[in-house]
Protein backbone atom coordinates (compact mmCIF):
# COMPACT_ATOMS: atom_id res chain seq x y z
CA UNK A 1 0.00 0.00 0.00
CA UNK A 2 1.29 3.30 -0.79
CA UNK A 3 0.44 5.20 2.72
CA UNK A 4 3.58 5.04 5.24
CA UNK A 5 1.10 2.71 7.69
CA UNK A 6 0.81 2.55 11.20
CA UNK A 7 4.29 0.41 12.01
CA UNK A 8 1.54 -2.53 14.23
CA UNK A 9 1.84 -5.86 14.49
CA UNK A 10 -1.65 -5.62 15.67
CA UNK A 11 -4.16 -7.16 13.58
CA UNK A 12 -6.26 -4.11 13.48
CA UNK A 13 -3.55 -2.15 12.73
CA UNK A 14 -2.53 -4.29 9.99
CA UNK A 15 -6.08 -4.22 8.29
CA UNK A 16 -6.75 -0.57 8.76
CA UNK A 17 -3.75 -0.04 6.40
CA UNK A 18 -5.97 -2.10 3.98
CA UNK A 19 -9.12 -0.53 4.55
CA UNK A 20 -8.91 2.67 6.09
CA UNK A 21 -7.29 4.98 2.79
CA UNK A 22 -9.73 7.68 1.83
CA UNK A 23 -13.10 5.75 -0.23
CA UNK A 24 -11.88 2.59 0.35
CA UNK A 25 -14.47 1.19 2.45
CA UNK A 26 -16.91 3.00 0.32
CA UNK A 27 -16.01 1.27 -2.50
CA UNK A 28 -15.81 -2.05 -0.51
CA UNK A 29 -19.75 -0.91 0.17
CA UNK A 30 -20.14 -1.12 -3.73
CA UNK A 31 -18.23 -4.41 -4.35
CA UNK A 32 -19.75 -5.94 -1.61
CA UNK A 33 -23.36 -5.36 -3.58
CA UNK A 34 -22.12 -6.74 -6.73
CA UNK A 35 -20.67 -3.96 -8.98
CA UNK A 36 -18.04 -5.64 -10.64
CA UNK A 37 -17.38 -3.12 -13.71
CA UNK A 38 -15.52 0.14 -13.28
CA UNK A 39 -18.41 2.59 -14.90
CA UNK A 40 -20.95 1.02 -12.70
CA UNK A 41 -17.88 2.03 -9.94
CA UNK A 42 -18.20 5.25 -10.64
CA UNK A 43 -21.81 5.35 -10.18
CA UNK A 44 -22.05 3.96 -7.17
CA UNK A 45 -19.13 6.63 -5.60
CA UNK A 46 -19.92 9.65 -8.28
CA UNK A 47 -17.74 12.31 -6.39
CA UNK A 48 -14.44 9.84 -6.60
CA UNK A 49 -12.04 10.69 -9.29
CA UNK A 50 -11.52 8.35 -12.14
CA UNK A 51 -8.03 8.33 -11.65
CA UNK A 52 -8.21 7.73 -7.68
CA UNK A 53 -10.86 4.54 -8.50
CA UNK A 54 -8.37 3.10 -10.21
CA UNK A 55 -5.67 3.50 -7.75
CA UNK A 56 -7.75 2.03 -5.01
CA UNK A 57 -8.88 -0.99 -7.00
CA UNK A 58 -5.10 -1.92 -8.21
CA UNK A 59 -4.37 -1.65 -3.90
CA UNK A 60 -7.31 -4.01 -3.18
CA UNK A 61 -5.83 -6.04 -6.35
CA UNK A 62 -2.60 -5.87 -4.48
CA UNK A 63 -4.16 -6.99 -1.27
CA UNK A 64 -6.05 -9.87 -2.32
CA UNK A 65 -9.39 -8.23 -1.70
CA UNK A 66 -10.04 -8.07 -5.07
CA UNK A 67 -9.41 -9.94 -8.79
CA UNK A 68 -9.63 -8.12 -12.26
CA UNK A 69 -11.01 -10.72 -14.45
CA UNK A 70 -10.75 -9.78 -18.60
CA UNK A 71 -14.22 -10.51 -20.21
CA UNK A 72 -13.59 -12.64 -23.38
CA UNK A 73 -16.71 -11.38 -25.07
CA UNK A 74 -15.51 -7.65 -24.73
CA UNK A 75 -12.26 -6.91 -25.63
CA UNK A 76 -10.31 -3.94 -23.25
CA UNK A 77 -13.23 -4.88 -20.59
CA UNK A 78 -12.33 -6.18 -17.64
CA UNK A 79 -14.42 -6.79 -14.07
CA UNK A 80 -13.83 -6.85 -10.59
CA UNK A 81 -14.59 -9.50 -8.43
CA UNK A 82 -14.23 -10.18 -4.67
CA UNK A 83 -11.66 -12.81 -3.69
CA UNK A 84 -12.62 -15.02 -0.57
CA UNK A 85 -10.17 -12.70 1.56
CA UNK A 86 -13.11 -9.81 0.30
CA UNK A 87 -16.29 -11.54 0.80
CA UNK A 88 -15.34 -12.24 4.28
CA UNK A 89 -15.42 -8.59 4.18
CA UNK A 90 -19.34 -8.00 3.88
CA UNK A 91 -19.80 -8.56 8.19
CA UNK A 92 -17.19 -5.61 8.39
CA UNK A 93 -18.61 -3.46 5.74
CA UNK A 94 -22.97 -3.99 7.40
CA UNK A 95 -21.91 -3.77 10.83
CA UNK A 96 -20.22 -0.41 9.81
CA UNK A 97 -23.47 0.53 7.59
CA UNK A 98 -25.49 -0.85 10.98
CA UNK A 99 -23.65 1.52 13.66
CA UNK A 100 -23.59 4.36 10.98
CA UNK A 101 -27.40 4.31 10.91
CA UNK A 102 -27.97 3.38 14.79
CA UNK A 103 -25.62 6.47 16.16
CA UNK A 104 -24.87 9.12 13.56
CA UNK A 105 -27.50 11.78 13.93
CA UNK A 106 -29.93 12.01 10.76
CA UNK A 107 -29.16 15.63 10.15
CA UNK A 108 -25.88 15.26 9.68
CA UNK A 109 -27.00 12.48 7.34
CA UNK A 110 -29.24 14.17 5.40
CA UNK A 111 -26.49 16.88 4.78
CA UNK A 112 -24.71 15.18 1.74
CA UNK A 113 -27.57 15.11 -0.63
CA UNK A 114 -26.52 13.22 -3.78
CA UNK A 115 -29.29 12.68 -6.52
CA UNK A 116 -26.75 10.35 -8.60
CA UNK A 117 -25.82 8.08 -5.59
CA UNK A 118 -29.62 8.29 -4.54
CA UNK A 119 -30.95 7.01 -7.72
CA UNK A 120 -28.25 4.81 -8.32
CA UNK A 121 -28.79 2.67 -4.79
CA UNK A 122 -32.63 2.94 -5.40
CA UNK A 123 -32.36 1.56 -8.60
CA UNK A 124 -30.36 -1.49 -7.27
CA UNK A 125 -33.16 -2.27 -4.60
CA UNK A 126 -36.00 -1.86 -6.37
CA UNK A 127 -38.59 -4.37 -5.89
CA UNK A 128 -40.07 -5.06 -8.69
CA UNK A 129 -42.94 -7.75 -7.21
CA UNK A 130 -45.63 -4.98 -6.50
CA UNK A 131 -45.33 -3.48 -10.09
CA UNK A 132 -47.87 -4.42 -12.64
CA UNK A 133 -47.02 -7.58 -15.36
CA UNK A 134 -45.39 -4.90 -17.97
CA UNK A 135 -42.84 -2.25 -18.24
CA UNK A 136 -43.21 0.24 -15.63
CA UNK A 137 -41.50 3.60 -15.98
CA UNK A 138 -41.82 6.15 -12.97
CA UNK A 139 -40.51 10.05 -13.78
CA UNK A 140 -38.62 11.37 -10.79
CA UNK A 141 -38.83 15.54 -10.48
CA UNK A 142 -36.32 16.70 -7.32
CA UNK A 143 -38.21 20.44 -7.80
CA UNK A 144 -35.01 21.98 -5.49
CA UNK A 145 -32.18 21.13 -8.08
CA UNK A 146 -31.03 22.89 -11.10
CA UNK A 147 -31.83 21.30 -14.41
CA UNK A 148 -29.24 19.57 -15.46
CA UNK A 149 -29.83 17.47 -12.42
CA UNK A 150 -33.41 17.29 -11.49
CA UNK A 151 -35.34 14.63 -13.61
CA UNK A 152 -34.81 11.22 -13.30
CA UNK A 153 -35.65 7.74 -15.06
CA UNK A 154 -36.37 4.58 -13.48
CA UNK A 155 -37.43 1.92 -16.43
CA UNK A 156 -38.43 -1.38 -14.74
CA UNK A 157 -39.14 -4.37 -17.37
CA UNK A 158 -41.29 -7.33 -16.88
CA UNK A 159 -38.17 -9.66 -15.96
CA UNK A 160 -37.31 -7.35 -13.39
CA UNK A 161 -34.33 -5.69 -14.70
CA UNK A 162 -34.37 -2.19 -13.82
CA UNK A 163 -32.67 0.85 -15.74
CA UNK A 164 -31.56 4.53 -14.89
CA UNK A 165 -32.00 7.04 -17.19
CA UNK A 166 -30.48 10.89 -17.04
CA UNK A 167 -32.64 11.77 -20.24
CA UNK A 168 -36.12 10.41 -21.31
CA UNK A 169 -36.22 6.91 -22.30
CA UNK A 170 -39.00 7.59 -24.85
CA UNK A 171 -41.13 5.20 -22.80
CA UNK A 172 -45.35 6.17 -21.66
CA UNK A 173 -44.92 7.26 -17.88
CA UNK A 174 -46.74 5.01 -15.29
CA UNK A 175 -46.01 7.61 -12.55
CA UNK A 176 -44.89 11.16 -11.96
CA UNK A 177 -42.99 11.65 -8.52
CA UNK A 178 -42.43 15.39 -7.77
CA UNK A 179 -40.68 15.93 -4.59
CA UNK A 180 -37.62 17.95 -2.99
CA UNK A 181 -33.67 15.76 -2.87
CA UNK A 182 -34.02 15.86 1.49
CA UNK A 183 -37.48 14.44 1.49
CA UNK A 184 -36.90 11.58 -0.88
CA UNK A 185 -33.05 10.54 0.55
CA UNK A 186 -35.11 10.43 4.22
CA UNK A 187 -37.14 7.98 2.96
CA UNK A 188 -34.54 5.76 1.21
CA UNK A 189 -32.92 5.79 4.37
CA UNK A 190 -35.67 5.02 5.97
CA UNK A 191 -36.32 8.12 8.44
CA UNK A 192 -39.31 8.65 6.73
CA UNK A 193 -41.86 7.00 4.73
CA UNK A 194 -44.08 7.50 1.75
CA UNK A 195 -47.18 7.93 3.74
CA UNK A 196 -45.49 10.00 6.23
CA UNK A 197 -44.30 12.73 3.71
CA UNK A 198 -47.69 12.91 1.54
CA UNK A 199 -47.68 16.45 1.71
CA UNK A 200 -44.30 16.77 0.65
CA UNK A 201 -45.03 14.44 -2.29
CA UNK A 202 -46.97 14.89 -5.47
CA UNK A 203 -47.76 11.76 -7.40
CA UNK A 204 -49.56 11.92 -10.65
CA UNK A 205 -50.37 8.82 -12.74
CA UNK A 206 -51.13 5.04 -11.88
CA UNK A 207 -52.72 4.63 -8.54
CA UNK A 208 -51.40 0.54 -8.73
CA UNK A 209 -47.93 1.96 -8.62
CA UNK A 210 -48.30 4.96 -6.51
CA UNK A 211 -50.20 3.03 -3.35
CA UNK A 212 -47.29 0.31 -3.19
CA UNK A 213 -44.38 2.84 -3.58
CA UNK A 214 -43.55 2.09 -0.12
CA UNK A 215 -43.12 -1.19 -0.93
CA UNK A 216 -41.41 -0.56 -4.56
CA UNK A 217 -39.00 1.64 -3.96
CA UNK A 218 -35.46 0.55 -3.60
CA UNK A 219 -34.48 1.37 0.31
CA UNK A 220 -30.92 1.28 1.89
CA UNK A 221 -30.52 -2.03 3.14
CA UNK A 222 -30.08 -0.06 6.50
CA UNK A 223 -33.48 1.29 7.26
CA UNK A 224 -34.46 -1.51 9.14
CA UNK A 225 -32.20 -0.12 11.87
CA UNK A 226 -33.98 1.45 14.36
CA UNK A 227 -31.66 4.94 14.96
CA UNK A 228 -30.87 5.59 18.36
CA UNK A 229 -29.92 9.49 18.10
CA UNK A 230 -32.12 12.34 16.35
Not at 99 to 119: A, F, H, I, T, Y
Amino acid sequence: MSQAGYKQFCPVAMAAEVLCTRWTMVLMRELVAGTTRFNDLRRGVPKMSPALLSTRLKELEQAGVIERRALPSERGIYEYHLTEAGKDLRSVVEAMGVWGQKWVESSLSLRNLDPSLLMWDMRRNLNPTPLPDQRTVVQFLYSDLPSTKNLWWLVIERDGAVDLCWSDPGFEIDLYVSTDLRTMTAIWMGLATVQSEEEKLELIGSRAVADTMQVWLGLSPFAKQKKLVP
